[in-house]
């Protein structure tokens, strides 16, 4: 599940964080809050909630984003699989309840959770961040 994995002086400068919300702030100026409380004005507009977005943590500036979308690589950060990683297979609406996430991991075994346990690493098969020998 969750490894301590040795990080490179590169990405010690960087920091993935999960958008909670997108709203439009006084005098119509756009902002995005994530997990960890930061505020980011002006972000990317294509960038909306349960997105991850990759901070450099010197400047406060966003230097990649990933979309919450079908084929990404995501963590699970709460629940019974939390630790597990895996590919997002599909995504439940459930209109006035919690929505549900379908991952499936390197082995091949599927499993599901809500999804603000869900916290998207990567594009497709590769992570922004290193990962554990077995890919979590």
């Given at each position: 599940r969750?490894?301590?994995?040795p990080?490179a ?11 909670r919300s997108q ?6 100026i756009?902002?995005?809050v994530?997990?960890?409380?930061r ?7 294509l960038?909306?909630a349960n997105d ?6 010197a ?7 990933v979309?919450f979308?079908v084929?990404n690589?995501a963590?699970?950060t ?14 439940e609406?459930?209109?006035?309840g919690?929505d549900i996430?379908?991952?499936?991991d390197t ?6 959770t809500?999804i603000t346990n ?11 961040v290193?990962?554990?020998k077995?890919?979590?």
């Amino acid at each position: 599940r969750f490894a301590i994995v040795p990080i490179a002086a590169k990405e010690a400068n960087v920091k993935l964080c999960r958008v909670r919300s997108q709203q439009m702030g006084k005098r119509g100026i756009p902002y995005i809050v994530t997990h960890d409380g930061r505020t980011i004005r002006y972000p990317d507009p294509l960038i909306k909630a349960n997105d991850t977005v990759k901070i450099d943590i010197a400047e406060n500036k966003i230097l990649d984003h990933v979309k919450f979308e079908v084929g990404n690589l995501a963590m699970v950060t709460g629940g019974y699989s939390q630790g597990r990683v895996g590919v997002i297979s599909h995504r439940e609406k459930h209109p006035g309840g919690y929505d549900i996430v379908h991952l499936k991991d390197t082995k091949g075994h599927s499993f599901a959770t809500r999804i603000t346990n869900v916290f998207v690493i990567g594009h497709g098969n590769t992570s922004l961040v290193d990962l554990p020998k077995r890919k979590g």
